[in-house]
């Protein structure tokens, strides 16, 4: 009992790590306008960079819906080449009056909910508590360790989610997983990638359809910018459970040594 009230109250108002056989979670600083920025590239991505990932996947499947029904992103495309007209053509107003709505409030929530995680994380910060850096069930291993940031940017830009599974998030891995396949299928990825090295340049533009190809780069880059935030974060929390670890059972961090038991006569311990 001694030793868990000095590493930690095991049961703190604002918890800073939840780690479960199922994925990590954890209570994190938010920059409130990289927040808005996610939720005005992809609604519900602003939600997952907060760790709400129910929130995040119901805006996010919205997003999709309500994106593809309305031809969103075949009028952006379309507006991008400077077909004005095609593009007004193409463009659903029923339902593009309906994104409209759903779009503000994404960003207006991640913005109001980043700044109250905001401060229940100082909170968080100032109350001692003990962080559980391991787990351990029946269909899973999970842990805390020491990662290096640019190799999980690197897993993810092969495969948006690789990079999340290399943390051990899977629940957040998994969506990204199914958002990527069912993304590159849709958009024809793969048939402008083989017309590309074919050099059939009339094969690529039959190949992509710019609905769901317009998705890409924000799933790209989302994957990669939360592989590195979550990266860099869980190592501090790993940092910080082995320090109260080990200056529990070996030492006072006031000594900033640690003290280990001498070897008795004889070579015994």
Same mark, same amino acid.
């Given at each position: 009992? !001694?030793?868990?009230?000095?590493?930690?109250?095991?049961? $703190?108002? @604002?918890? !800073?790590?939840?780690?479960?056989?199922?994925?990590?979670?954890?209570?994190?600083?938010?920059?409130? +306008?990289?927040?808005?920025?996610?939720?005005?590239? &992809? $609604?519900? /991505?602003?939600?997952? @960079?907060?760790?709400?990932? &129910?929130?995040?996947?119901?805006?996010?499947?919205?997003? &999709?819906?309500?994106?593809?029904?309305?031809?969103?992103?075949?009028?952006?495309?379309?507006?991008?080449?400077?077909?004005?007209?095609?593009?007004?053509?193409?463009?659903?107003?029923?339902?593009?009056?309906? +994104?409209?709505?759903? %779009?503000?409030?994404?960003?207006?929530?991640?913005? =109001?909910? *980043?700044?109250?995680?905001?401060?229940? *994380?100082?909170?968080?910060?100032?109350?001692?508590?003990?962080?559980?850096?391991?787990?351990?069930?029946?269909?899973?291993?999970?842990?805390?360790? /020491?990662?290096?940031?640019?190799?999980?940017?690197?897993?993810?830009?092969?495969? $948006? #989610?690789? *990079?999340?599974?290399?943390?051990?998030?899977?629940?957040?891995?998994?969506?990204?997983?199914?958002?990527?396949?069912?993304?590159? %299928?849709?958009?024809?990825?793969?048939?402008?990638?083989?017309?590309? =090295?074919?050099?059939?340049?009339? #094969?690529?533009?039959?190949?992509?359809?710019?609905?769901? /190809?317009? =998705?890409?780069?924000?799933?790209?880059?989302?994957?990669?910018?939360?592989? +590195?935030?979550?990266?860099?974060?869980?190592?501090?929390? &790993?940092?910080?459970?082995?320090?109260?670890?080990?200056?529990?059972?070996?030492?006072?961090?006031?000594? #900033? !040594?640690?003290?280990? $038991?001498?070897?008795?006569?004889?070579? *015994?311990?």
């Amino acid at each position: 009992m !001694k030793r868990q009230q000095e590493n930690g109250n095991l049961n $703190p108002r @604002y918890p !800073k790590l939840l780690l479960t056989g199922t994925s990590i979670n954890y209570l994190r600083w938010n920059n409130v +306008y990289m927040t808005v920025w996610w939720g005005l590239s &992809f $609604p519900g /991505f602003g939600q997952w @960079y907060q760790g709400r990932y &129910f929130y995040g996947l119901v805006l996010i499947v919205w997003e &999709f819906f309500i994106n593809v029904m309305a031809h969103l992103n075949t009028a952006i495309y379309y507006t991008m080449a400077g077909r004005f007209k095609e593009a007004g053509d193409v463009l659903d107003q029923r339902w593009f009056l309906m +994104y409209i709505a759903i %779009y503000i409030f994404a960003v207006w929530d991640s913005y =109001f909910t *980043g700044v109250e995680l905001n401060r229940r *994380g100082a909170v968080a910060e100032h109350e001692p508590q003990s962080l559980k850096s391991f787990s351990l069930n029946s269909l899973s291993v999970d842990f805390l360790m /020491f990662r290096d940031p640019r190799l999980g940017i690197i897993w993810s830009l092969l495969v $948006p #989610g690789a *990079g999340h599974f290399w943390l051990q998030r899977k629940v957040l891995a998994v969506f990204f997983f199914v958002c990527w396949m069912m993304t590159v %299928y849709m958009s024809g990825l793969p048939q402008g990638v083989l017309a590309t =090295f074919l050099g059939d340049a009339g #094969g690529i533009g039959r190949a992509f359809d710019p609905q769901w /190809f317009l =998705f890409i780069p924000s799933l790209y880059m989302f994957a990669c910018y939360d592989t +590195y935030v979550s990266t860099c974060r869980l190592n501090e929390l &790993f940092m910080e459970e082995q320090e109260k670890y080990l200056t529990v059972s070996w030492g006072r961090a006031s000594t #900033g !040594k640690i003290a280990f $038991p001498k070897a008795k006569e004889g070579g *015994g311990t």
